[in-house]
């Protein structure tokens, strides 16, 4: 008969786990406004994440806390949280690597926060529609006997790399513009903006410009670089800015 | 105005402005510092028709740059459609007054008293 | 009072199903208003984890054929898949990839700039179509993207749906909680699509999102539609340990060896002639077979594992075609696979079984289709091949936002719509759940009920185990674990979270059910105690409907066309 | 409440340069050296219109400004004239998409082509020479 050994939970494995303080900014709008912070003891391992503390502290501590995820691999984008006081990923974060004994989280900045860390993404959504992150041009609905558009991969190579967005918001909560513009489009957005542009296939770049030429658009990104310092996914929003805007000003075609 | 024309004029008046500066800053240097803010050297320098143009380019330049950079960062901090018209067209109001004011200066140092 | 929606489309899940359906709809139809709910916000589905492929026939010159495909996906299914459905997806599927195409999908290309496919297991020819090896965020996002031209597509992000409500004939509507508000709602519509996405949370090793639990599956079933084949549930070769996320099929597709304790690439014992790329139900139970017989290795967290050899590939390959499968071994293991292999060990990975439709994704109730892993329209059969989830998911979006948009402008009459059942919906989740009280951790719940499904109905079965498995699922259904300690009304995912596991008990019994009616091995349902496939007396689905005393199970047959049974050979 | 909750990091978020490495330093310098100069623009253009009335007046101003205080003050100037070139000439090249690097497949560990030697090698010569300046400035101010 076959018998099938079972993965274990974390608390009886061989390797001797440690602890340590997480500290979870908490904010629930319906009982006060006030934010305070809670802490917990939770044992860690080498590959515990923050996400995984989190959940721990859910399951165990305080079923209370609000915290949004899902995919727990970094690629839904749902767990973006400030840690130690910078915005990454929780289950993209191993505690092991932060080095602390004492671990903060907090919501994300720069967005309305819903519940403890789960913040509102409305601006982020409707700002990502607004700058047509789809390929327009009229023969983009196929008929029979339809074959692809031929994409050499050198084509490919120059906006694949916008394309690896998992619209996690870190580099709007890091961007210093976001942090006072409430109008800005904010480097998520602009970022795809120049994906749908860079793309061989696509035809809307005059529309696109039009678009991110407003007084809260491309030109209140100043290079400041922090929404590529956070991003977890190697998309480089500020390089995709800056090719935009070349556009703009001129240097690209 | 579209916000490009309005940036492609600040890093114009930027550029513009390096080299004009630089002149503008040299000038102290090609005599000893402090000789060249006597009272008799300043007015020459004024009195000399193309720095004096010079003078005048630099404080159009600088101005329109300031304060539209002024306007960035405002237009940044705070939003709200009134405010907003508010900034832009104070901060043109500003640079022609500032413009206007130098220019007074420019003026009258190069025509009038010697 | 109930606050309350009107909408024409109801697509409950945003998956690559739902989106897919969408967007047909929206297509076929400006005027009809569609809303696509999701519990998730909805591009963080999780078909943004699909890595490997999409598989499509698009190089008939050069040698591959639609008749290939359908019989690579019969013989992958064990013959259980209805052979007239496995037609329909191979025909339907180049021009969805060409379509995807269209839309801005960054497929992989080969030199001249067409579309590059790759090897995956089962297959005759090299047809997962790939994006590197993160095909299903790309599918997400382009479908994600697209659904942005549309101005009649509106999305309810994080809404968790409750229940499904019909007059018994015809659809009315969903009821649903808006999560970063905490109001219930009723939302009524004409039509709704079903695509909630697999449920393989309730296994405690898992390569599904934490989100993927059943609750879509068990809304249909509560609403009196069957379940079909749900013991039939597949095991990844290959998940990487600990936190069991997935290795790609696409890295023995690129030419990864499996090992054992002796260094041997035992798949030649088990499958000859593919090797690693035999289908993965044979392959996970070559691994389970050498790590019963002692050739395993043991993980630092004391399970046991196998060796995935990458090292051979080059830093070249692993870091142009399979650069995720690199992130997340060096992230989540701490392992290059440019120098060291991977400790993997067969994984919950999808389950073949799900809302029982026909051909066209329509359910038993009219107005109601059911599209993407939530569905069974018995394209796989008791055995899914890869790259052929992504590739069902965008084939029965389509046909259904299609079928559901005409329904919707043919104008049928509407039944009145049964506020009672709101009612009842309002109490049952509100007085059962919410202000329901007990002293059970329903996290600890939740984790012994994920283990005992691990340990009693993982690769291998037998009636003992599966006998003693509902037992202990039925005793852990008893205690008190129905109440929700956070009181708050906004974002209270601890309410959501008691939601699910109420649904994982009742998914968890029908597997159990149907699997211990199932005495033969077939695919990926492997049974110790009946090693063989007995197609006199098993050649047939299971259905499973709920009542509120027993399941109820029934048979559905399985329709064949041109391909006869044989026996199934790798 | 709502506006309690927004959770915009405000003034802060753009005054806090520590978190994001030298380029968000560049960022700030940039700005605050810009602010500075207009202010000093507007100081100076005052400064000079004193000699329309006259050497009397202009050798009173020329005194007023003319102190440690005034020099020191001229000499952040230099300063921030020099940073503010220098990095603005950066970041113009940056804004038309040169220099900032090219897209490309990026590998584990994500390290972001914009922010590369290239630009922290500028933001640092722009330090560097506002430093010189600051220096040879404040020597020559000093050394009447
Ligand atoms: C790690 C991994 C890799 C895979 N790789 C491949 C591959 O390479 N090729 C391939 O063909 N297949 C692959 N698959 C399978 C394939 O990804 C899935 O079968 C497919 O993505 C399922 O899509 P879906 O649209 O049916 O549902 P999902 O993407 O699972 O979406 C389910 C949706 O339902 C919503 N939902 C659920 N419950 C509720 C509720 N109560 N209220 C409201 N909304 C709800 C969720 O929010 C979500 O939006 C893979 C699967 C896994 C786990
Ligand atoms: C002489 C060379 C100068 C150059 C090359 C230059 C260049 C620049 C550049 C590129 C910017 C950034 C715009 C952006 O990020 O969007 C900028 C901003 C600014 N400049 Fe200048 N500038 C110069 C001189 C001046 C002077 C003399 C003043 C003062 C009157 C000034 C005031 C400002 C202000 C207030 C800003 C706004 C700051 C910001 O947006 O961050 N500049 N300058
Ligand atoms: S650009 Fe990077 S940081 Fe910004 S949303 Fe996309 S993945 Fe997240
Ligand atoms: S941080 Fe902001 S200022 Fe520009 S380069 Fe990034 S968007
Ligand atoms: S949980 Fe999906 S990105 Fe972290």
Redesign the interface.
């Known amino acids: 008969m076959a018998t099938v050994s079972v993965p274990k939970s974390s608390e009886e494995t061989t390797t001797q786990p440690s602890t340590i303080t997480l500290r979870i900014k908490r904010s629930n709008p319906s009982e006060s406004t006030e934010k305070t912070f809670s802490e917990f003891q939770v044992p860690v391992q080498k590959w515990t994440t923050v996400l995984e503390a989190i959940l721990y502290v859910k399951q165990n501590l305080d079923h209370s806390v609000g915290v949004r995820y899902s995919c727990r691999q970094a690629s839904c984008g749902s767990c973006g949280m400030k840690i130690n006081g910078k915005p990454a990923l929780a289950c993209y974060t191993k505690l092991s690597e932060l080095g602390t004994s004492i671990v903060t989280v907090e919501p994300m900045n720069n967005f309305p926060i819903i519940r403890d860390l789960a913040v509102n993404f409305e601006q982020l959504i409707s700002n990502h529609k607004k700058i047509k992150p789809f390929i327009v041009r009229e023969d983009s609905e196929i008929t029979p006997g339809t074959k692809e558009f031929i994409q050499k991969p050198e084509d490919l190579e120059k906006f694949l790399q916008f394309s690896y967005c998992i619209k996690c918001g870190l580099c709007n909560s890091a961007c210093p513009t976001m942090a006072t513009d409430t109008s800005f489009l904010g480097p998520q957005a602009l970022a795809q903006a120049f994906r749908y542009t860079a793309d061989n296939r696509d035809q809307g770049k005059d529309e696109r410009l039009k678009i991110v030429d407003d007084s809260h658009g491309i030109w209140r990104c100043h290079f400041a670089g922090s929404c590529s310092h956070v991003c977890p996914k190697g998309v480089d929003p500020a390089m995709a800015i800056q090719l935009l805007r070349g556009y703009l000003l001129g240097f690209r075609k | 105005m579209r916000e490009s024309i309005i940036m492609k004029i600040h890093y114009g008046t930027a550029l513009g402005a390096v080299v004009l500066v630089a002149v503008h800053i040299l000038m102290r240097l090609s005599q000893k510092y402090s000789d060249s803010l006597q009272y008799q050297n300043v007015l020459a320098n004024y009195h000399f028709l193309p720095y004096a143009l010079m003078l005048e380019v630099v404080l159009i330049l600088l101005s329109v740059h300031g304060f539209n950079g002024l306007r960035v960062i405002l237009l940044e901090l705070k939003q709200g459609a009134t405010y907003e018209r508010a900034i832009n067209y104070g901060s043109i109001a500003a640079m022609a007054a500032l413009v206007a004011y130098g220019s007074r200066t420019i003026l009258m140092a190069g025509m009038g008293v010697s | 009072m109930v606050n309350s929606i009107d909408l024409d489309l109801l697509i409950v899940g945003s998956g690559l199903a739902g989106l897919r359906a969408a967007i047909q709809a929206a297509?076929t139809s400006s005027i009809i208003k569609i809303g696509v709910i999701s519990k998730?916000?909805v591009?963080?589905?999780?078909s943004?984890?699909a890595e490997g492929g999409t598989a499509a026939v698009l190089y008939p010159e050069e040698g591959d054929s639609l008749e290939s495909h359908a019989y690579d996906t019969v013989k992958g299914s064990d013959f259980l898949g209805d052979q007239d459905v496995i037609e329909r997806l191979v025909r339907e599927m180049p021009?969805e990839v060409?379509?995807l195409?269209?839309?801005?999908m960054?497929?992989?290309?080969?030199?001249?700039?067409?579309?590059g496919q790759r090897a995956f297991g089962g297959y005759s020819f090299n047809r997962a179509t790939f994006a590197q090896d993160?095909v299903g965020?790309?599918e997400m996002?382009t479908l994600y993207?697209?659904c942005?031209?549309f101005d009649n597509i509106e999305?309810y992000?994080e809404w968790f749906v409750t229940s499904i409500i019909h007059d018994g004939q015809k659809f009315c509507g969903i009821t649903a909680i808006e999560m970063?508000s905490g109001n219930f709602y009723t939302i009524k519509g004409k039509a709704l699509i079903i695509a909630t996405g697999g449920a393989g949370r309730v296994y405690?090793?898992s390569t599904y999102?934490?989100?993927s639990t059943p609750d879509g599956l068990d809304m249909a079933y509560r609403a009196g539609m069957a379940l079909k084949d749900m013991e039939f549930v597949q095991f990844h070769p290959t998940g990487i340990?600990?936190?069991?996320?997935l290795i790609t099929e696409g890295a023995r597709g690129e030419g990864g060896y499996l090992l054992n304790k002796n260094n041997e690439r035992f798949m030649k014992k088990y499958a000859p002639s593919k090797l690693e790329l035999a289908s993965r139900d044979v392959v996970s139970r070559a691994m389970?077979?050498e790590?019963?017989e002692g050739r395993g290795y043991k993980h630092?967290?004391?399970?046991?594992c196998l060796k995935l050899d990458l090292t051979h590939l080059g830093k070249e390959v692993l870091?142009?075609k399979l650069?995720a499968i690199?992130?997340?071994s060096?992230?989540?293991?701490?392992i290059d696979p440019i120098n060291e292999p991977i400790d993997v060990?067969p994984v919950c990975h999808y389950m073949m079984g799900g809302i029982h439709t026909n051909i066209d994704g329509a359910t038993e109730i009219q107005g109601i289709w059911a599209a993407g892993e939530a569905a069974c329209n018995s394209v796989h059969g008791a055995n899914r091949l890869g790259a052929n989830s992504t590739a069902e998911c965008l084939v029965w979006g389509k046909i259904t936002g299609d079928l559901a948009a005409k329904y919707i402008l043919d104008g049928k009459s509407q039944p009145p719509f049964p506020l009672h059942l709101v009612a009842t919906e309002e109490k049952r989740i509100y007085d059962g759940i919410f202000r329901g009280s007990g002293s059970a951790?329903?996290?600890?719940v939740r984790?012994q009920l994920t283990?005992i499904m691990?340990?009693k109905a993982?690769?291998?079965r037998?009636e003992t185990d599966l006998v003693d498995g509902l037992k202990q699922v039925r005793e852990l259904h008893k205690k008190t674990w129905r109440h929700?300690?956070?009181k708050?009304?906004?974002?209270?995912?601890?309410f959501t979270?008691v939601m699910e596991l109420d649904s994982m008990f009742r998914v968890a019994e029908v597997i159990l059910l149907g699997a211990i009616k199932r005495k033969e091995s077939r695919g990926a349902h492997a049974r110790?105690d009946y090693p063989d496939r007995d197609d006199k007396n098993f050649m047939h689905h299971t259905l499973v409907y709920y009542d509120t005393k027993e399941p109820v199970l029934k048979t559905h047959p399985v329709t064949i066309t041109k391909y006869q049974p044989v026996e199934r050979k790798y | 409440m709502a506006e309690r909750l927004s959770n915009r990091e405000g003034i802060k978020g753009m005054a806090n340069p520590t978190r994001y490495g030298i380029e968000r330093v560049a960022y700030w310098l940039q700005r605050l050296s810009g602010l500075g100069l207009l202010a000093y623009l507007i100081g100076h253009i005052y400064e000079t219109s004193s000699i329309v009335n006259g050497k009397i007046a202009w050798d009173k101003m020329l005194a007023l400004t003319q102190t440690t205080e005034g020099h020191l003050i001229l000499t952040i100037v230099i300063g921030m004239c020099v940073f503010h070139t220098g990095n603005g000439i950066r970041v113009m090249l940056g804004h038309g998409g040169v220099g900032v690097g090219r897209p490309g497949q990026p590998e584990y560990p994500y390290k972001a082509a914009s922010l590369n030697y290239k630009q922290r090698l500028c933001i640092w010569v722009s330090i560097a020479l506002a430093a010189l300046a600051m220096m040879y400035g404040y020597s020559i101010l000093m050394g009447e």
């Open positions: 297509k998730l916000q591009m963080r589905s999780h943004v984890s021009s060409y379509q195409e269209h839309w801005g960054p497929w992989s290309r080969r030199e001249d700039g067409r579309i993160k965020f790309y996002q993207d697209t942005q031209k999305f992000n970063s405690s090793f999102a934490l989100a340990l600990p936190s069991g996320i389970m077979t790590i019963n630092e967290t004391g399970v046991d870091t142009k650069p690199r992130e997340i060096l992230k989540f293991s701490g060990r951790n329903p996290y600890e984790q283990e691990n340990s993982y690769v291998f037998n929700v300690t956070d708050a009304k906004e974002y209270n995912t601890n979270n110790t």
